[in-house]
């Protein structure tokens, strides 16, 4: 069984992600951590471990501005 980056008693196949494309995860990850700190970018960035200038292009590419 491949258990990797679970916590004991987390199912690998949490529903919220199953049938997403990684395209969708990444647009809401950016855009909870957007709202969750007030759109700071320079914290988000930081946050996701993402450069700046990565943030700004995907902020554009999602529709996130």
Not at 42 to 52: D, F, N, R
Request: charged share 30%; hydrophobic share 35%; glycine share 10%.
């Amino acid at each position: 069984d491949l258990m990797i980056g679970t916590r004991p008693g987390e199912d690998m196949a949490t529903p919220d992600l199953v049938g997403r494309t990684l395209e969708e995860i990444e647009r809401e990850a950016i855009a909870r951590t957007l709202l969750a700190l007030d759109g700071n970018r320079t914290q988000v960035s930081k946050t996701l471990g993402i450069s700046p200038n990565t943030l700004r292009d995907k902020i554009k590419r999602y529709g996130l501005e």
